[in-house]
C-alpha cells in the first residue's frame, strides 16, 4: 500500500513569509508525528496527533509553529513568519496506535529560507 | 528527563570487518527502543525494535541490538558490514506517553 507521503518536497521561502507544509499519513494510521531534521543533527520533537484527542504540542519550538489534522488522516504544518533557522527538513511519520508501534516516515519536506 | 545520547557521530569502518554503533539512555521508567537507518537520499526506515521478553534483537539486514537495562543502553552491532551498509542511523526512545526521543544519529560508512 500506500505509504506517507509530504508535499512539497522542497520549499524556498523569503524571511518572513508563511510556509503550509502537507502530510498524508498511511491509512489506518491513528498516530501521526510531525519532526525537524536541522542539518547534520537529529531528529527534533514537534508535534503529535493521536486520533481525536488532544494534540501533544509539547515540541513546537515557538507560537509561530502551528499544526492541525483532520480526523485521522491529512496534517498540515504552518510556520509563520519564517525565520532562517527555520530552515530544515520537515518529517512527518504515522503509526498505529501506541509508542510501541514502528513509525512509518514520509520522505520529508526540505525548507530553505533565504 | 529522557534523553538519548549516541556518542559516535561518525564510524568509518572496512567492508567486511564488525561495527558497533553506541546508543544511551536515561530514563526512570520502562522503554522502547528502535533503531532507523536513513540511506542517502531516502527516508528513515525501521532496522529493529525492543519491546520486551528477549534482549538481544535481530533486524533486518543482519544488524543486531541488545537491549542491557542496567547499563540503559541498546548499541547496535553487525559482525561484517557491506559498503550497502554506509547510511546514517538513529537510535530512538519511546514512553508509555507516546513522545518519541531520537538520538543525534550515527553516520557509518563503510571503505571498501
Known amino acids: 500500500g500506500a505509504g506517507v507521503s509530504q508535499s512539497p518536497s522542497n520549499k524556498v521561502t523569503e524571511k518572513g513569509k508563511d510556509v503550509e507544509l502537507r502530510c498524508d499519513p498511511i491509512s489506518g494510521h491513528t498516530a501521526l508525528y510531525w519532526y525537524r531534521q536541522r542539518l547534520g543533527q537529529g531528529l527534533e520533537f514537534l508535534i503529535y496527533f493521536q486520533g481525536n484527542s488532544a494534540p501533544d504540542k509539547s515540541g513546537l519550538p515557538s507560537d509561530r509553529f502551528s499544526a492541525e489534522r483532520t480526523g485521522e488522516s491529512v496534517s498540515t504544518l504552518t510556520i509563520q513568519r519564517t525565520q532562517q533557522e527555520d530552515s530544515a527538513v520537515y518529517l512527518c511519520?504515522?503509526?498505529?496506535?501506541?509508542?510501541?508501534?514502528?513509525?512509518?516516515f514520509g520522505p520529508g519536506t526540505r525548507l530553505t529560507v533565504t | 528527563a529522557q534523553s538519548v545520547t549516541q556518542l559516535d557521530s561518525q564510524v568509518p569502518v572496512f567492508e567486511e570487518a564488525p561495527v558497533e554503533l553506541r546508543c544511551n539512555y536515561s530514563s526512570s521508567v520502562s522503554v522502547y527502543l528502535f533503531w532507523y537507518v536513513q540511506y542517502p537520499n531516502q527516508g528513515l526506515q525501521l532496522l529493529l525494535k525492543y519491546l520486551s521478553g528477549s534482549t538481544l534483537v535481530k533486524g533486518i539486514n543482519g544488524f543486531e541490538a541488545e537491549f542491557n537495562k542496567s547499563q540503559t543502553s541498546f548499541h547496535l552491532r553487525k559482525p561484517s558490514v557491506h559498503i550497502s551498509d554506509t547510511a546514517e542511523y538513529f537510535c530512538a526512545v519511546s514512553f508509555t506517553g507516546n513522545q518519541f526521543y531520537f538520538g543525534t544519529g550515527t553516520s557509518l560508512t563503510v571503505i571498501p
Open positions: 511519520a504515522s503509526s498505529l496506535a501506541g509508542s510501541f508501534y514502528e513509525q512509518y
